[in-house]
């Protein structure tokens, strides 16, 4: 199966260390991000940018802006800059991520999952092309909905790739004590 895989490319025996250094690099992105945008978490948008990515409308897309100010609008705008490289490494995480766990757990449901984190990152940069829109001043109606429909469908994508790695990780924990057989400490 790791012939199948979008990390072919790289020797399997590095997989464990490219996987925690995309795991800090993740997180990393992550904290920053959650740093930087926090100015734009307000009574209207508790989650920031995310509410942004769910205006599903120019009234609620409009409201917001307003809120936000020209300050805020430009946390947010440095906000998306800062989301591309972040998409590039979460991407590259939850892709390994599956590939590791299609050696052990279900494994075309890995390989699946390790060429589908690209098409949540794909959605990913359309969505924040129309929040850009949106931002621009480009209040028609199509740019909330596609900021929306791309933000949900990337968010379930990688929802499911999640419960993927959650299973794969339970498994690998019962056979790791199947192994060890009873009585042995961890």
Not at 6 to 19: E, H, K, M, Q, V
Not at 37 to 46: E, H, I, N, Q
Not at 60 to 88: C, H, S
């Amino acid at each position: 199966m790791i012939e199948r895989t979008p990390w072919r490319w790289l020797d399997p025996s590095r997989w464990g260390c490219t996987l925690a250094l995309l795991i800090v690099a993740s997180l990393a992105m992550a904290a920053l991000l959650t740093w930087q945008g926090a100015p734009l978490r307000t009574p209207s948008a508790p989650c920031g940018i995310v509410c942004f990515e769910f205006v599903w409308n120019v009234e609620q897309a409009q409201k917001l802006l307003g809120e936000w100010k020209p300050a805020g609008q430009m946390t947010a705008r440095w906000n998306l800059i800062l989301d591309y490289p972040f998409i590039v490494i979460y991407c590259a995480t939850f892709s390994l991520a599956a590939a590791l766990a299609s050696r052990v757990f279900l494994p075309s449901v890995g390989v699946l999952g390790s060429w589908l984190v690209f098409v949540a990152g794909g959605l990913d940069v359309v969505e924040n092309y129309a929040l850009w829109q949106l931002l621009a001043g480009n209040l028609t109606p199509e740019w909330p909905l596609i900021a929306g429909w791309c933000a949900l469908i990337k968010f379930v994508l990688l929802g499911l790739i999640s419960v993927y790695l959650i299973g794969a990780g339970c498994a690998f924990v019962v056979a790791r004590r199947r192994q060890r057989g009873p009585g042995q400490a961890g």
